[in-house]
């Protein structure tokens, strides 16, 4: 690998996602890192969904102790380790052609439905302002903002009642098979 690096230097450079890892010599582990960290922050601006950035801390918790820990770790180690991509386009297929034909395929095409709805919605309330002006808007706009909060609340609910229906199946199976050693 590359000459051992100043602790000093690694730690300020370490704050932006990917670049202590090329500061370190490991130039496709720090290019992985800072183009998964402009991509989600491209993503969350273009399409308006703030919510993606939920991820960035943790990339940049990731990004920022990798890099102060292979500095910190002793020469041998050190170099040993491999320059490699953190994400590698075969197995990113793989894990989507699993998520697409497996048992996740319907969690999937759910969020993909809400993030697209969201998508629609904030559009569509751009267009209503230009039709209708901003007091109209701006009282739809404060029911509407509440929708989604609205629809996750109503989704935990669902799950706990299916969680306690669930649970008074178990124990009636459960009595049942005790009723039946009794008896037998």
Same mark, same amino acid.
């Given at each position: 690998m590359v000459k051992r690096k100043s602790k000093f230097l690694t730690f300020w450079l370490s704050m932006i996602p990917g670049v202590g890892q090329m500061y370190l010599g490991f130039m496709k582990q720090g290019l992985s890192i800072l183009t998964a960290t402009c991509l989600l922050s491209f993503l969350s601006i273009w399409l308006e969904i703030g919510a993606l950035m939920i991820f960035f801390p943790i990339i940049w918790f990731y990004s920022f102790f990798d890099a102060i820990n292979k500095n910190s770790m002793c020469d041998e180690d050190f170099y040993a380790l491999e320059d490699d991509y953190c994400f590698h386009l075969e197995e990113i297929s793989a894990l989507l052609a699993r998520i697409i034909h497996g048992k996740q395929k319907l969690i999937l095409a759910i969020l993909l439905i809400f993030v697209g709805a969201d998508i629609l919605l904030k559009n569509f309330m751009y267009y209503l302002r230009i039709l209708f002006g901003w007091d109209f808007v701006n009282v739809l706009d404060m029911y509407i903002g509440r929708l989604p909060q %609205? %629809? @996750?609340? *109503? @989704? #935990?609910i669902l799950v706990g009642i299916s969680l306690i229906k669930g649970k =008074? #199946?178990? *124990? =009636?199976q459960l009595e049942n098979k005790e009723d039946n050693h009794e008896n037998a």
């Amino acid at each position: 690998m590359v000459k051992r690096k100043s602790k000093f230097l690694t730690f300020w450079l370490s704050m932006i996602p990917g670049v202590g890892q090329m500061y370190l010599g490991f130039m496709k582990q720090g290019l992985s890192i800072l183009t998964a960290t402009c991509l989600l922050s491209f993503l969350s601006i273009w399409l308006e969904i703030g919510a993606l950035m939920i991820f960035f801390p943790i990339i940049w918790f990731y990004s920022f102790f990798d890099a102060i820990n292979k500095n910190s770790m002793c020469d041998e180690d050190f170099y040993a380790l491999e320059d490699d991509y953190c994400f590698h386009l075969e197995e990113i297929s793989a894990l989507l052609a699993r998520i697409i034909h497996g048992k996740q395929k319907l969690i999937l095409a759910i969020l993909l439905i809400f993030v697209g709805a969201d998508i629609l919605l904030k559009n569509f309330m751009y267009y209503l302002r230009i039709l209708f002006g901003w007091d109209f808007v701006n009282v739809l706009d404060m029911y509407i903002g509440r929708l989604p909060q %609205l %629809l @996750f609340a *109503l @989704f #935990i609910i669902l799950v706990g009642i299916s969680l306690i229906k669930g649970k =008074k #199946i178990e *124990l =009636k199976q459960l009595e049942n098979k005790e009723d039946n050693h009794e008896n037998a």
